[in-house]
Structures are given as C-alpha cells and as structure tokens.
C-alpha cells in the first residue's frame, strides 16, 4: 500500500506542475493584454526555473520573446537608445531562439520573425537586408504550423513590400 501511495504521489507531482504552469501561462496571456510587461516578463522568468518539460520551457521562451518585444517598443516610445533597443530585440530573438530548439511551434517562429523584423526597422533597411531572407523562412515556418496565422501573412506581405 506504501509503495502504491509513493507511486501515484510520484506520478501526481508532475501533473500539479503542469497545472501550475498553465496557470502562470494565462495569468502571463492576460498581463500582456493588459500591457502590464514587465509584471508578465518577472513572471515568466520565475516559472522558467519550475518549469520540467521540454514544452512547457518553450511555452515559457517564446512568451518571454513576445514581451521582451513589447518591452523594447515600449522604452523606444519612451526615447531608447537604437543600441538599447536592438540588445533587447537580440535578446527577444534569443528566447525565440530556446523555444524553437525545444519544442518547434508556429508562436516561437512568429516571435522570432517579429524581433528579427523589429532589429532590422531599428538598423534601417540598408543596414539590415540580410536579415530578410532569415525572416521570412522563420514566417513560412510559421504558416507551414499554422496556414491560419493571420499575423505571420501580414508580417510576410510587410516583407514582401
């Protein structure tokens, strides 16, 4: 009887973290709904350290590469620095970069393509047109995941003009 109660605490203790972290996923969702980055960013960063599954990282990386976006464009409002603002694009592309190594999804293309494409507006298009054929392979990856994805189309035909 012990050891049947050892096993299925073993066996419940991974399904208590998956809810947990789904639960930090939607609580993040919402905050960057509501703008609210750098509460959603802390968030993420803390869930990363519980984090057990190769999926539930990724989850966590490209959530982290959205808002290390919206952060950026946020401080270039605010009058950042080009050299700030690509840094944390690089670092947005970085996150992205972990969650495709982890688990390829079309969200951590998408993530990746966006912080690429904002580095290259930040650079100007001359200093950037290397960056293009990269990005637009990442949106294609994107819709080869997701044909759906409305934002990767309209990212892609930006390119395209």
């Known amino acids: 009887m012990k050891k049947i109660l050892m096993l ?4 419940f203790i991974p399904l208590l973290s998956a809810a947990a972290i ?3 996923l939607t609580e993040a969702d919402a905050l960057h709904d509501a703008e609210e980055y750098e509460t959603g960013f802390s968030l993420l960063e803390q ?14 990386y490209w959530r982290l590469s959205k808002f290390q976006l919206a952060i950026a464009d946020d401080l270039e409002d605010e009058g950042a620095d080009a050299e700030t603002l690509l840094a944390l694009y690089d ?13 390829p999804s079309a969200d951590a293309y998408y993530w990746h393509s966006s912080n690429v494409g904002r580095w290259g ?6 200093n950037s047109l290397f960056k ?16 759906n994805y409305a934002d990767a189309w309209y990212v892609l035909g930006r390119l395209h003009l």
């Open 22 to 24: 789904t639960g930090v």
């Open 132 to 147: 293009a054929g990269p990005m637009k392979d990442d949106l294609l990856k994107v819709i080869e995941y997701d044909p």
């Open 121 to 126: 507006e930040t650079k100007g298009v001359l």
């Open 91 to 103: 670092r947005g592309s970085a996150f992205a970069e972990e969650a495709i190594a982890l688990v």
């Open 8 to 11: 299925a605490g073993m066996l």
């Open 47 to 60: 869930a990363l350290a519980s984090a057990e599954a190769d999926g539930q990282k990724a989850e966590i």
